[in-house]
């Protein structure tokens, strides 16, 4: 355990009453699912556990880009307490939400974003409050921390440490094993206690009206990938997020009951030249019998750090590939870290009042360029 973190009993005491949260129903109308792998980490510890869940992971790491974890560790009540702390959150009066503001000029994004920016000419605004909360590491130990996450700091901490030690660590030593690398070598190259950008994030899509959905969607239905290396989304029932199969077609992600979803990043596609996929996903108009209902969010990113340099990784499997390019085995050529490249992304996607259209344009950074927009 990292040290300082010490186990938290799951009701901490706050000056604000944090009111329970449950899941929602799940949609009844008949969407067509995405068919996903299923990652069982309680085999993880087992005799050659490892490498037969990094044989289930190939295939979801290198064509797919999303899967789902089960049995992580992390218990239900917990999780659903995480919810709730962020449920409660979006209730809070304007005026504290604003209190911590993500720092976009910087290209920070630890804080409250607002559901401020308008969609291109359409007259509608996002749907979209997110509070992004950073790690407790020495490096943040002066960020701002709004009420609720002040009252019940040590408990979302412990959350978040655990779900980087039970869930995100273990899935770096799996893509560490189908790289042939030493087996922490990914999770060394995103270490927890390293400086990073990687947050857990109470996120919340507002109820919008069908009109104002087709609005929004007319401007754009494409998607996006990540900016960092690793999502991981908790199941919440309200069925929206999409993503786009090998085969380019658009298909629901199904919540699964005790499940995250997990799907890799751009960082990672940049450390390991195309071999792991970024997948490209986006959220649309939820069911109609949906449609009035708060699509509420629990997820946490994992980002390359400073310590991280932006190069393909020395991967046995990448070099018999052909995928490692001779500039990147110069360990002397300098080339951006985890932390610079984030950042820039960050700030060139949201420091803007206007989302603009972004068909046929891409994002380049020292050497690094991602697609803006994908149909």
């Known amino acids: 355990m990292t040290p300082g973190l ?6 901490a005491s706050s000056t604000t009453l944090i009111k329970p949260w449950a899941r929602p129903e799940e949609t009844k109308e008949d969407l067509d699912w995405a068919p996903l792998a299923t990652i069982d980490l309680s085999r993880f510890d087992e005799p050659g556990g490892k490498q037969d869940l990094a044989r289930q992971l190939y295939d979801a790491v290198t064509r797919v880009g999303f899967w789902i974890v089960t049995n992580t560790g992390l218990d239900d009540e ?4 995480q919810f709730s702390l962020g449920n409660t959150f979006f209730k809070e009066p304007l005026s504290e939400k604003r209190k911590f503001l993500c720092n976009f000029a910087e290209g920070e994004y630890f804080g409250y974003r607002e ?4 969609i291109g000419d359409t007259g509608v605004k996002e749907n979209i409050e997110m509070l992004n909360i950073h790690k407790d590491i020495p490096a943040w130990k002066d960020v701002g921390k ?12 412990q959350f978040h440490w655990e779900l980087w030690e039970k869930v995100a660590r273990k899935i770096f030593v799996l893509m560490s094993i189908i790289l042939e690398l030493p087996e922490n070598y990914l999770a060394d190259a995103h270490a927890y206690e390293h400086v990073s950008d990687d947050h857990l994030r109470y996120m919340i899509y507002n109820v919008r009206t069908q009109e104002e959905w087709d609005k929004a969607q007319a401007y754009s239905k494409g998607g996006h990938t990540d900016f960092g290396s690793l999502t991981l989304l908790f199941s919440q029932h309200v069925a929206g997020l999409q993503i786009r199969t090998p085969e380019g077609e658009w298909k629901y992600v199904k919540p699964v009951e005790g499940g995250i979803t997990c799907n890799a990043a751009d960082t990672l596609t940049f450390l390991t030249n195309g071999f792991i996929k970024s997948t490209i996903h986006r959220v649309v108009t939820p069911p109609k019998d949906q449609l009035n209902v708060p699509r509420l969010g629990l997820l946490y990113f994992s980002r390359p750090g400073d310590n991280t340099p932006m190069r393909t990784v020395p991967s046995p499997l990448l070099d018999r590939l052909g995928l490692i390019p001779e500039e990147h085995k110069d360990l002397s050529k300098p080339v951006p870290s985890g932390t610079e490249y984030v950042r820039a992304r960050v700030k060139d996607v949201h420091h ?4 603009d259209k972004r068909e046929g344009t891409k994002f380049e950074f020292k050497g690094l360029a991602v697609q803006n927009h994908y149909e």
């Open 6 to 11: 010490v186990e938290a009993e799951p009701q």
């Open 78 to 81: 917990r999780v659903l307490r």
């Open 115 to 118: 559901n401020s920016r308008w």
């Open 146 to 157: 709004h009420r609720i996450v002040e009252d019940n700091w040590d408990e979302i901490r």
């Open 352 to 355: 803007k009042t206007v989302i």
